[in-house]
């Protein structure tokens, strides 16, 4: 998908534009690995939007933890999602639109069950009896 940390393009409702990267990051004192998921607005790449973080844990797969890849949350009830796939930020956006945070840190994991079944949804041609998730 390219390199980490590149920011990509995502063209939101009426006319927005979001920009929008994934990011992992190591805790200082050897802790699990964080996923980031970061959204800037407008094209308005000095300040983000939000700022959604993964932090890895007991039951919770956050990037390269195990055998898994870049972007890869799943939390402890199978949740799973690609940050690094268009129709799964764009899920997040849409979350981000409502809430209207001020772009500090928010955690991610409270908004993944909502966000795979979002982004199922707007994945065309999925079977009727697929697992959520995109």
């Given at each position: 998908m390219g390199g980490r940390g590149r920011l990509r393009r995502l063209a939101g409702p009426c006319g927005e534009v979001w920009w929008w990267r994934v990011g992992h990051r190591h805790r200082p004192d050897g802790g699990p690995c964080q996923e980031t998921l970061v959204l800037y607005r407008d094209g308005r790449t000095d300040r983000p939007a939000a700022r959604l973080v993964f932090r890895g844990g007991p039951g919770r797969v956050a990037g390269s933890d195990a055998y898994s890849h870049s972007g890869l949350v799943i939390d402890e009830h199978g949740n799973a999602a690609n940050l690094h796939l268009p129709s799964v930020v764009r899920a997040f956006v849409?979350?981000?639109?409502?809430?209207?945070?001020?772009?500090?840190?928010?955690?991610?994991?409270?908004?993944?069950?909502?966000?795979?079944?979002?982004?199922?949804?707007?994945?065309?041609?999925?079977?009727?009896?697929?697992?959520?998730?995109?």
């Open positions: 849409d979350v981000v639109r409502a809430r209207e945070p001020a772009g500090g840190e928010m955690d991610g994991w409270p908004l993944l069950p909502a966000i795979v079944r979002c982004a199922a949804e707007a994945t065309p041609g999925v079977p009727p009896c697929s697992p959520p998730g995109p």
